[in-house]
């Protein structure tokens, strides 16, 4: 993996979960649990069922959210609280992380479809506060969530990024497309590589990846 090919990369896009923190963490299945449990006690419908169209509606929207809202007119900020009162506890500094993100040239920034006090209570835990120049959650984005095009148009366009420089970090590969094809360099982050052409790089060491780009 040539460290030219970033040569010119000035701005470094983090998702956040299963990202800034390995998924045996299993952070997130304490949102998925929640997220059954808001959606049995707002739709009237059974565990099995609750946890069906979780899934249904983050494999056809990109997030349970959007699918809630665009089918049931949810209202997302009292869903957002909700699934993302959990124990952060589970998760633990990352010093090594924390290097080799402070080594990068430019600008870094967290886009996540989790909304962007949850993140800093991630990356604070992570020990990784004060590391990065903007935090973007869904809000952000007036709600839409990655994979959409728009929603990353919207974020993108905040921050005043150039697509031409910046370089996506991200374990759901679906997400990678469109910062592909606006001119992003993409890594997949996750413990399996996977084939696509929207994605140049893949690792499985988040850390280790960084530690390359700087030698």
Do not use: C
Not at 115 to 134: H, K, T
Not at 139 to 155: G, I, L, N, S, T
């Amino acid at each position: 993996m040539p460290a030219e090919f970033f040569s010119q990369t000035r701005v470094w896009v983090f998702d956040l979960d299963n990202t800034l923190y390995p998924p045996e963490m299993r952070l997130f299945d304490q949102i998925e649990q929640r997220m059954v449990a808001y959606v049995m006690q707002t739709l009237g419908v059974t565990q099995p069922e609750a946890n069906r169209l979780r899934a249904q509606y983050w494999a056809d929207y990109g997030t349970t959210l959007a699918g809630l809202m665009r089918l049931h007119d949810l209202d997302p900020l009292p869903y957002l609280e909700a699934v993302h009162d959990i124990d952060f506890s589970v998760l633990s500094p990352d010093p090594d992380l924390r290097a080799r993100l402070s080594d990068l040239p430019g600008r870094r920034i967290i886009y996540t479809n989790g909304s962007e006090p949850y993140a800093r209570r991630v990356i604070a835990a992570r020990g990784l506060d004060g590391l990065f120049d903007a935090v973007y959650g869904v809000e952000h984005a007036q709600f839409r969530p990655k994979p959409e095009q728009q929603a990353f148009a919207e974020v993108f366009a905040r921050d005043g990024l150039d697509p031409t420089r910046a370089a996506m970090f991200e374990d759901d590969p679906r997400n990678l497309a469109a910062p592909h094809a606006m001119g992003l360099r993409t890594i997949h982050v996750a413990p399996e590589p996977l084939e696509a052409p929207h994605i140049h790089h893949h690792t499985d060491n988040l850390a280790g990846f960084l530690a390359q780009l700087m030698r």
